[in-house]
């Protein structure tokens, strides 16, 4: 008997390996094929027949990976649901509403994304927005662009809320791998050094670099030198102006960059406000393109000094400050030293307000 039981063990475990999945669902009827990927694959780990609406299928990925399930619209527009592959069949529906049943975990991630997807709480309002700026009603669209905000800062908080809720499962690795950017760098390395189980998942290793990256320019450093072609063409670098007695904002920008342009006024304004007192600043372009970058200087009125070696986002600059995304800037002190990092908007005004006092 005993060795029957171990016989019968032994092939229950070949037949159900670590990282299989069981899924099935509900999509639109128009949809005649579903799709599986995992944790970002550029190609579906399984993909299945969809008769009716209705499909199930089997496969095998990493544990813990985050499935993503589902098909492409009209145009090859994605549509998918992501779930845990936890080893407990699941079950979908993806149509004109979603939800998941599965596990435990499946079930809470689940009910967290009902309750925080900005597509539905704000689906009306998003519709009235794009209406107001189709024609051009600037004012309106203004004023519904704040109720939408409101709504994605209650989203994002019942998101943080889960986060601190599952330290302990490695669900929140996928809402920290698209919220990390909202986070700086002290709030970052607190979640790193949490002990919460989810900071080692695969999801987490962008995070990772980005905290590596930020280190780079962040207060207390001596700022680090770059050579690269003012506007004329001639070789300039930072510390022609940078460490020389006066405080320096070194600012990361690009032509190409919408956010980049409407910082610009921010920082203009705060050049024009304080130049006669020593302020300085040091335009940084990640521009690979010479008359972009010279037109852009020209119409946004950059009169500080400017510079880039035109080699885009593998300049200088991206590796010797861990710049992995713009508008970022630094602000240095008279002796070369970092004080403040990624200032924006008012926020730069103030601190140059409490330093020029």
């Known amino acids: 008997m005993l060795a029957l039981a171990s016989a019968i063990t032994l092939s229950a475990c070949a037949q159900q390996k670590e990282g299989d999945f069981t899924i099935e669902g509900t999509l639109p009827d128009t949809v005649k094929t579903v799709m599986v990927y995992a944790d970002g694959t550029k190609e579906p780990v399984v993909t299945g027949q969809v008769t009716n609406g209705k499909f199930s299928v089997k496969g095998n990925a990493p544990k813990d990976a985050f499935l ?19 080893g407990e069949p699941i079950e979908i529906r993806l149509v004109d509403d979603y939800w998941v049943k599965g596990s435990k975990l499946n079930n809470e991630l689940n009910e967290m994304n009902l309750k925080s997807d900005i597509t539905i709480l704000a689906a009306s309002l998003i519709k009235d927005w794009q209406a107001a700026r189709a024609s051009q009603d600037e004012a309106k669209a203004n004023e519904i662009a704040v109720k939408i905000n409101a709504i994605q800062e209650r989203c994002d908080s019942i998101k943080i809320a889960y986060i601190a809720n599952h330290k302990n499962d490695v669900t929140p690795a996928l809402l920290m791998s698209q919220m990390y950017y909202m986070f700086d760098y002290k709030e970052l390395v607190e979640y790193i050094n949490s002990g919460a ?13 980005q905290v590596e990256a930020m280190a780079k320019r962040q207060p207390g450093i001596k ?27 070194v600012d ?12 610009m006024p921010h920082v203009v304004k705060a050049y ?13 372009s990640f521009d690979n393109k010479a008359e972009a970058w010279k037109k852009a200087v020209a119409e946004l009125g950059l009169e500080w000094h400017n510079i880039s070696d035109l080699k885009g986002w593998q300049c ?13 800037n630094i602000l240095v002190g008279p002796d070369g030293i970092i004080i403040a990092s990624d200032l924006r908007g008012e926020d730069l005004l103030n601190k140059l307000a409490e330093i020029y006092k």
């Open 223 to 249: 700022f680090t030198d770059l050579e690269m072609n003012d506007l004329d063409g001639n070789a300039a670098k930072l510390s022609n102006w940078v460490g020389k007695g006066n405080y320096v904002l």
């Open 272 to 284: 024009q406000t304080y130049k006669a007192k020593g302020f300085d600043v040091v335009g940084v």
């Open 68 to 86: 993503n399930i589902g098909y492409m619209m009209d145009g090859g527009r994605p549509r998918f649901i992501t779930v845990l592959n936890d």
């Open 252 to 263: 990361f920008w690009a032509s190409w960059c919408g956010p980049c342009r409407r910082e």
């Open 316 to 328: 200088a600059a991206s590796s010797a400050y861990g710049i992995n995304s713009i508008p970022s």
């Open 197 to 209: 189980v989810w900071v080692n998942h695969p999801l987490c290793d962008r995070m990772k670099k």
